[in-house]
Every structure is written in structure tokens, then in C-alpha cells.
T-cell receptor, first 113, second 110 residues
Framework: AQSVTQLDSHVSVSEGTPVLLRCNYS??????LFWYVQHPNKGLQLLLK??????LVKGINGFEAEFKKSETSFHLTKPSAHMSDAAEYFCGASNTGGFKTIFGAGTRLFVKA | KAGVTQTPRYLIKTRGQQVTLSCSPI?????VSWYQQTPGQGLQFLFE???????NKGNFPGRFSGRQFSNSRSEMNVSTLELGDSALYLCASSSNNEQFFGPGTRLTVL
């Protein structure tokens, strides 16, 4: 069975400091992995995806994530937080054979001025 | 390209009623997936349709059903609504291993 665990329900950082949002996955196969962001009353926006190419994936808005198979992790990072980054972030995994994404519970990112 | 559109954006129903939600995917996308988002359960996969056929299904009761038309537009139906069905229902249109989400339909069951 496939599962995704986001290790922190809330993360608070100061503007201009690094962001780290943690995600572990469990899958019988090599999954595709995703990070999405959701702003209030909006749908999900794809930040980046891993699909078995480069293990370090760069996404939009300065975010990146590193796939570590040995640790079954796919943590999301950003060198310098901006106030506009405050939102909820979801890590997701899907196997081949269609678009069935299993999501983590989400991490709420707070950015302090 | 226009994004994924979902209608209506907001719905209020009472217990026992049924509801139909609509999703129009991005032009050219043949896969449409549906998700339920609630504060308690998070984002849960409902089902996926591809070329008018259900390709994947989540663990929801039979009261939740869907279909896809030849133009790839999709509808989901929930019958005999329960209070616990109150949620944001998200539709995603997919191609090239990427899902593009619509803004969702907020369903409130009273």
C-alpha cells in the first residue's frame, strides 16, 4: 500500500530564513512524487514533481526538493521565505497506471515579518 | 489555455438530497480525477476517469459516483447526502504525469 507522511502539521519561519517541509513516502514501487501549494479558498498548484529523472528537482517560486530513496524522503526546501509563501503545502505520491495521487495531511507554513 | 473549471463553486444541500458537480478539464486532457478535501480526513482520492472509463477508484461508498463524457468533461454525483459529505471537492485534469487542479466546489450539507 502506498502512503505519504508529512512530518510537521505546522511550520513557522521568519521572512528571509530557509524553509524545510518534510515528507516521507511508502510505496511498493518507485512512485512519482509531487509538492503542491494551496492558498486559502483556492485549488492546488503544482510546485514541482519527481518522476525518476534527476533526484534534485527545482520547482516554481524558488522551491526545490530532493528525492532520497534510501530515506524514502522528498523534503521541500526554499533558501529564503517570502510572506507570499504562507499557505498549506501537500506532498503527494502516485504510481503508474493513472492519476491516483495519495496525499499527506498537509503542512501549514507561517511566515513572520 | 483555459484552466480547469468547476461548477458550481458553492452548494448548500440538506441531508438525504443528491448533488451533481461538474468539471471541465483543460483542452486536450483526457484524464479527470476527483478528490474530497475535509479538515479531518485531508485530501482523499475519489476516482479517475480516462476516455470515458473509470480507471482508478478510491475507498468511498457507492453513494459517490462519476462519469465522463466524450468531450472529457466529467461529473460526480453524491446521493443520499450525509452531514459528513460537507467538503471541498476538487477536480484535476491530467496529462504528461502532471495534474492541474480546479478551484473546487464547496459543498455544505445541512
Amino acid at each position: 500500500a502506498q502512503s505519504v507522511t508529512q512530518l510537521d502539521s505546522h511550520v513557522s519561519v521568519s521572512e528571509g530564513t530557509p524553509v524545510l517541509l518534510r515528507c516521507n513516502y511508502s510505496s511498493s514501487y518507485s512512485p512519482s512524487l509531487f509538492w503542491y501549494v494551496q492558498h486559502p479558498n483556492k485549488g492546488l498548484q503544482l510546485l514541482l514533481k519527481y518522476t525518476s529523472a534527476a533526484t534534485l528537482v527545482k520547482g516554481i517560486n524558488g522551491f526545490e526538493a530532493e528525492f532520497k530513496k534510501s530515506e524514502t524522503s522528498f523534503h521541500l526546501t526554499k533558501p529564503s521565505a517570502h510572506m507570499s509563501d504562507a499557505a498549506e503545502y501537500f506532498c503527494g505520491a502516485s504510481n503508474t497506471g493513472g492519476f491516483k495521487t495519495i496525499f499527506g495531511a498537509g503542512t501549514r507554513l507561517f511566515v513572520k515579518a | 489555455k483555459a484552466g480547469v473549471t468547476q461548477t458550481p463553486r458553492y452548494l448548500i444541500k440538506t441531508r438525504g438530497q443528491q448533488v451533481t458537480l461538474s468539471c471541465s478539464p483543460i483542452s486536450g486532457h483526457r484524464s479527470v480525477s476527483w478528490y474530497q478535501q475535509t479538515p479531518g480526513q485531508g485530501l482523499q482520492f475519489l476516482f479517475e476517469y480516462f476516455s470515458e472509463t473509470q480507471r482508478n477508484k478510491g475507498n468511498f461508498p457507492g453513494r459517490f459516483s462519476g462519469r465522463q463524457f466524450s468531450n472529457s468533461r466529467s461529473e460526480m454525483n453524491v446521493s443520499t447526502l450525509e452531514l459528513g459529505d460537507s467538503a471541498l471537492y476538487l477536480c484535476a485534469s491530467s496529462s504528461n504525469n502532471e495534474q492541474f487542479f480546479g478551484p473546487g466546489t464547496r459543498l455544505t450539507v445541512l
